[in-house]
């Protein structure tokens, strides 16, 4: 079991949604809002490592960040 996990979530703009995917857990969840998208790790997080944890309650740390890429156009001045 991961002593911590890392979740990296991209904004997808065609979807217009936050998708969280992690390497450590098969993970992949979406949501419109990163506070949305938050609140719904812990629970997910706990059912997929449920099985693993053997029956003992662990703390399990996750590191979140989020992603976002724009862009912006620019003109040049003349001279």
């Known amino acids: 079991m991961p002593k911590q996990i890392n979740i990296v979530a991209n904004w997808d703009p065609e979807a217009k949604v936050w998708v969280a995917e ?3 857990i098969p993970l992949v969840t979406e ?3 990163v506070e949305a998208l938050l609140a719904k790790l812990p629970g997910i997080i706990q059912d ?3 099985d693993e944890a053997g029956g003992k309650e662990l703390d399990v740390a996750f ?3 989020a ?3 724009e862009s912006v156009h620019i003109r040049s001045r003349a001279a």
């Open 31 to 33: 949501a419109a809002t």
């Open 63 to 65: 590191d979140f960040c």
């Open 48 to 50: 997929l490592l449920e």
């Open 67 to 69: 992603r976002l890429t």
């Open 22 to 24: 992690s390497e450590e």
